[in-house]
């Protein structure tokens, strides 16, 4: 027991904080290629909307799913993956609509959490924010492939995923690809796919079984967000500050929201 707690500890470290330095090497390349500037101000808004809604239903669904999954794999490791695969499908499902609905209200979105832009400003980040909107389905679908990869404590592939996105935005800035602040865009959407096929791809390799000999249980989805839904305020709480933080910043000068970032970055290295 000693050991293994000793292995898991240390892959943590080692991999939060390999991930740490390529997050600064990260806001590093793109502080020289865009400064703080009204394109990298609109990015940032942009991006924390999708970012937020994610991180809400992240910690809340995971916090939830550990111990109904280990309880299920309790009674039997057949039982246990159908009805997580269910709960899968329907994850992704439920990320797909609120991906839906968002592009379709992504300018009162932006009307509401970028009110300080210009109106030039504005309209550039409706049109950012639909393309982001994406990695509301991305990332949303594969929060369940981490929970279960947390409840078969393989955490060697839940604190690698992450580094795809940094190694990717890395890739694209320092390669110009002549895409401006959407290299940003592309390199957080594409990023977050590797990061969620990875975490598929490592789950099956680990021995899930992905199917459904089992029906559909309602009982277990009620037991899911029974569970999920107490959570999701203190989340909410725990995660919103700095977009709002980033939202008011809006009303200050150009590149204000730019400084603030890299000042959440340089602080947030070493606490998280």
């Given at each position: ?26 806001e ?17 808004v ?29 009674r ?25 609905i968002?592009f ?23 049109i ?65 796919l ?21 029906p ?16 999701l ?12 933080d980033?939202?008011m ?24």
């Amino acid at each position: 027991m000693a050991s293994q707690i000793g292995r898991a500890s240390a892959i943590i470290v080692i991999w939060t904080v390999v991930d740490k330095v390529l997050a600064i090497g990260k806001e590093m390349l793109t502080a020289h290629r865009f400064g703080v500037s009204a394109s990298l101000d609109v990015f940032n808004v942009a991006y924390s909307f999708p970012g937020i809604i994610v991180m809400l239903f992240s910690g809340a669904v995971t916090s939830a799913l550990v111990p109904l999954y280990l309880e299920w794999r309790y009674r039997s490791n057949r039982e246990a993956d159908s009805h997580a695969t269910w709960l899968i499908y329907l994850n992704a499902l439920f990320f797909a609509v609120v991906a839906l609905i968002c592009f379709v209200f992504t300018s009162e979105i932006i009307q509401l959490i970028g009110y300080g832009f210009q109106p030039k400003e504005k309209q550039f980040a409706v049109i950012m924010e639909r393309v982001l909107v994406l990695l509301i389905f991305i990332d949303g679908a594969g929060i369940l492939s981490r929970g279960i990869l947390l409840a078969r404590k393989q955490f060697f592939h839940i604190y690698i995923a992450p580094i795809f996105v940094n190694i990717t935005i890395i890739f694209f800035l320092f390669y110009d690809m002549g895409l401006d602040i959407y290299v940003l865009v592309w390199g957080f959407l594409i990023g977050t796919l590797m990061k969620t096929v990875y975490t598929f791809i490592a789950l099956y390799r680990e021995g899930f079984q992905y199917g459904t000999p089992l029906p559909f249980d309602r009982q277990k989805m009620k037991a899911l967000w029974l569970l999920a839904l107490p959570m999701l305020g203190s989340q909410l709480i725990a995660n919103s500050n700095l977009m709002v933080d980033q939202v008011m910043a809006t009303q200050l000068p150009e590149g204000s929201v730019s400084t603030l970032r890299y000042a959440f970055r340089i602080n947030d290295f070493p606490f998280r």
